[in-house]
């Protein structure tokens, strides 16, 4: 009954700025943890950036500095602000959600957004 949707991807040159959104929606009790994660073409998923229920930050080193993750409690909705994109951060990038519902904690998965940094 939980949903994950993603929104904000698209084509960017080095250098440039892309802000993607996930909203969650459903019968949620409580959201405790929000992150980005995001696959390039024969790479392994990895984590982009996560934020707990207090405001609490992660980053990957590669992204520290750039990008900026936020949320807004009353949408439901976190954010990636990506700043001084790089070649290297084309990917698509999911949105991953630790959700409780009346049933229990579940982990939840965005559809992935393609974003694309080229000259």
């Known amino acids: 009954q939980v949903q994950l949707v993603e929104s904000g991807g698209g084509l960017v040159q080095p250098g440039g700025s892309l802000r993607l959104s996930c909203a969650a929606s459903g019968n949620i009790f409580s959201i405790y943890t929000m992150g980005w994660y995001r696959q390039a073409p024969g790479k392994r998923r990895e984590l982009v950036a996560a934020?707990?229920?207090?405001?609490?930050?992660n980053y990957a080193d590669s992204v520290k500095g750039r990008f900026t993750t936020s949320k807004n409690n009353a949408k439901n909705t976190v954010y990636l602000q990506m700043n001084s994109l790089k070649p290297e951060d084309t990917a698509v990038y999911y949105c991953?959600?630790?959700?409780?519902?009346?049933?229990?904690?579940?982990?939840?998965w965005g559809q992935g957004t393609q974003v694309t940094v080229s000259s």
């Open positions: 991953n959600a630790d959700i409780s519902d009346p049933s229990g904690e579940y982990d939840y």
């Open positions: 934020i707990t229920s207090g405001g609490s930050t």
